[in-house]
Antibody, heavy 126, light 108 residues
Framework: QVQLVESGGGVVQSGRSLRLSCAASGFTFSSYGMHWVRQAPGKGLEWVAAVSYDGSNKYYGDSVKGRFTISRDNSKNTVYLHMNRLRAEDTAVYYC???????????????????WGPGTTVTVSS | SSELTQGPAVSVGLGQTVRITCQGDSLRNSYASWYQQKPGQAPLLVIYGKNNRPSGIPDRFSGSSSGNTASLTITGAQAEDEADYYCNSRDRRANQVVFGGGTKLTVL
């Protein structure tokens, strides 16, 4: 079945780095844009980043631009989120999510996400 | 970047109809998508595009849009519909995705 599973979360000190991974299965991973979305404790959803189906186009939310990098390896069916200079306000559950449609024209991603992983928790301690 | 505004909470009687709204400038040129989230679970896409339901989503869920406002309507709300609902869309100018703050639906 179609599935996404995140990993790599944990407790990290402020200012340090962390890399999240999201393993995909059950669909043609290389055809779909992918997203990272986070949710701070007791708060709403916040879009973090998106990457196009082939990895050549990347987009970021204002709060993470310049600190986080999204990437993907289509040979491994995996999308990554490299998080640098972590802050206390980055503490959240991080979800990866799949575009509902394959988009091969600019901007190369959709914004409706039909498959979500269970999430991985990142806690940034000061 | 653009913002989407949702009311914090709404309630509906069992079997009644409820509308949840989402407002923002990005909705003038981008349809809203809607997500249902229950405690401790990942979000679930219920509506996207003009009014598309993913496989498995009951037809009591529908979407509509007018100007800068998008709406999610649940016709004949069930107890299992009690959840937080989020809208999102694309901010074409900033090339970013934006989420609304969420609406907590209580089914009485």
């Amino acid at each position: 079945q179609v599935q996404l599973v995140e990993s790599g979360g944990g407790v990290v000190q402020s200012g340090r780095s962390l890399r999240l991974s999201c393993a995909a299965s059950g669909f043609t991973f290389s055809s779909y844009g992918m997203h990272w979305v986070r949710q701070a404790p007791g708060k709403g959803l916040e879009w973090v980043a998106a990457v196009s189906y082939d990895g050549s186009n990347k987009y970021y939310g204002d709060s993470v631009k310049g600190r986080f990098t999204i990437s993907r390896d289509n040979s491994k069916n995996t999308v990554y989120l490299h998080m640098n200079r972590l802050r206390a306000e980055d503490t959240a559950v991080y979800y990866c999510a799949k575009d509902v449609e394959a988009v091969t024209i600019p901007p190369y991603y959709y914004y409706a996400m039909d498959v979500w992983g269970p999430g991985t928790t990142v806690t940034v301690s000061s | 970047s653009s913002e989407l505004t949702q009311g914090p909470a709404v309630s509906v009687g069992l079997g009644q109809t409820v509308r949840i709204t989402c407002q923002g400038d990005s909705l003038r040129n981008s349809y809203a998508s809607w997500y249902q989230q229950k405690p401790g679970q990942a979000p679930l896409l219920v509506i996207y595009g003009k009014n598309n339901r993913p496989s498995g989503i009951p037809d009591r869920f529908s979407g509509s849009s007018s100007g800068n406002t998008a709406s999610l309507t649940i016709t004949g709300a069930q107890a299992e519909d009690e959840a937080d609902y989020y809208c999102n869309s694309r901010d074409r100018r900033a090339n970013q995705v934006v989420f609304g703050g969420g609406t907590k639906l209580t089914v009485l």
